[in-house]
């Protein structure tokens, strides 16, 4: 059902909505394609958790100690995640860039509030010239706050001046858009792209 208000501002995640990531991108190429082993790597060494840190404000000098220490053997895996993250965020999510583009043309004002390493990010926002159509971005390893905490969403409505009842959340994450949604905004759990410019005519958006 469509909601008793409409939006009128949106607010993108980034990994897995606009930006294609996934560190079996990388460790796929260094495990030579074995599956078995690069799973068991990504489920003990660099796992969610531990990459997870970077992106609530470790610095990757810290995590690389971290894992090396645990893993000595590893070590020249466990670094190339750093040196070689651009592997695993190949490309654009074309179709959802596009439905950005709509939105921009528009006049939509558009957001972006990811959970991202401050480190990664700096190095990465120049191979997406979409980030810049952003009125303001949120990095979580920038504030050390992460999604799903409500902390960081006050501080992107704070500091940019949003109303969260006027403004749509997407996010590939439930647990993201379940926040969101606590926080008082519209959210979409993004799907696919076509799913996603679906949900923003309904809200009147597209």
């Known amino acids: 059902m469509a909601p008793a208000f409409r939006p009128e501002i949106a607010v993108f995640d980034l990994g897995g909505v606009l930006i294609d990531w996934d560190p079996r991108y990388l460790y796929r190429r260094l495990f030579a394609g074995d599956e078995a082993?690069?799973?068991?790597?990504?489920s003990t060494v660099c796992t969610p958790e531990w990459n997870r840190a970077q992106d609530a404000g470790r610095s990757f000098a810290e995590a690389e100690a971290e894992a090396i220490a645990r893993h000595p053997d590893k070590r020249d895996l466990i670094t190339a995640w750093w040196?070689?993250?651009?592997?695993?965020?190949?490309?654009?999510i074309e179709g959802t860039v596009a439905v950005?583009?709509?939105?921009r043309e528009r006049g939509v004002?558009?957001?972006?509030?990811?959970?991202w390493s401050a480190e990664t990010f700096a190095v990465s926002r120049a191979r997406f010239p979409f980030l810049e159509?952003?009125?303001?971005?949120v990095v979580s390893g920038q504030e050390r706050l992460i999604k799903p905490d409500p902390r960081i969403f006050a501080v992107l409505v704070e500091r940019y001046g949003?109303?969260?009842a006027r403004?749509?959340?997407i996010?590939?994450?439930a647990t993201n858009t379940a926040a969101a949604e606590a926080f008082g905004m519209h959210t979409i759990h993004f799907a696919s792209p076509a799913q996603l410019a679906q949900e923003l005519e309904a809200v009147g958006l597209l």
């Open 109 to 115: 004002p558009i957001y972006a509030l990811s959970n």
């Open 171 to 173: 996010d590939d994450v």
């Open 167 to 169: 403004a749509v959340f």
């Open 100 to 103: 950005l583009a709509r939105l």
């Open 83 to 92: 040196r070689h993250f651009d592997e695993m965020a190949p490309t654009a």
């Open 162 to 164: 949003i109303d969260p």
């Open 133 to 137: 159509w952003f009125r303001g971005i």
């Open 37 to 42: 082993a690069m799973e068991e790597f990504l």
